[in-house]
């Protein structure tokens, strides 16, 4: 086994380093598309808040709007991406928590544990990072 010199680290592979901006973009993109479908349809979205009994509809989706969007699209591009991706963990827990806690309706029990596993491969991105090619790396 070759070691490098002190101070020195091994550059992955074009394929390896693509890897975590292939799972970011993954990660991301069901908060990106439920982002734009509350954009499309506020009214629906604030109905849906006001159904499960949460107060203040309008900041909910307010809310739901820039952290699904804008930290969707931050996560793409790596930026400040361990904030990020906390940041969306615990959404995808609350969600969970508001949204789908009803687990004796398969339908819900399916979106709970959807949430659980998104957040699980974000705990993953906070670990690691956002690898080589991300603007975090360029910093």
């Not at 490098?4 to 380093?17: C, F, V």
């Not at 203040?56 to 952290?67: D, E, H, S």
């Amino acid at each position: 086994m070759a070691t490098l010199p002190l101070g020195a680290t091994a550059r992955p592979s074009t394929s390896a380093a693509a890897l975590p901006l292939v799972g970011r973009t993954a990660i991301a993109a069901i908060f990106v598309l439920s982002g734009l479908s509350k954009l499309a349809a506020p009214a629906a979205t604030i109905g849906y808040i006001q159904s499960v009994g949460l107060p203040l509809p309008q900041v909910g989706l307010a809310i739901a709007l820039v952290v699904e969007l804008l930290g969707g699209v931050a996560l793409i591009l790596g930026y400040r991406t361990r904030l990020v991706a906390s940041v969306l963990a615990v959404f995808a827990i609350a969600t969970a928590l508001a949204f789908h806690s009803a687990l004796g309706d398969q339908n819900q029990f399916i979106h709970f544990f959807k949430n659980v596993a998104i957040a699980g491969g974000l705990l993953n991105v906070i670990a690691l990072g956002g690898g080589a090619w991300s603007l975090d790396a360029r910093r």
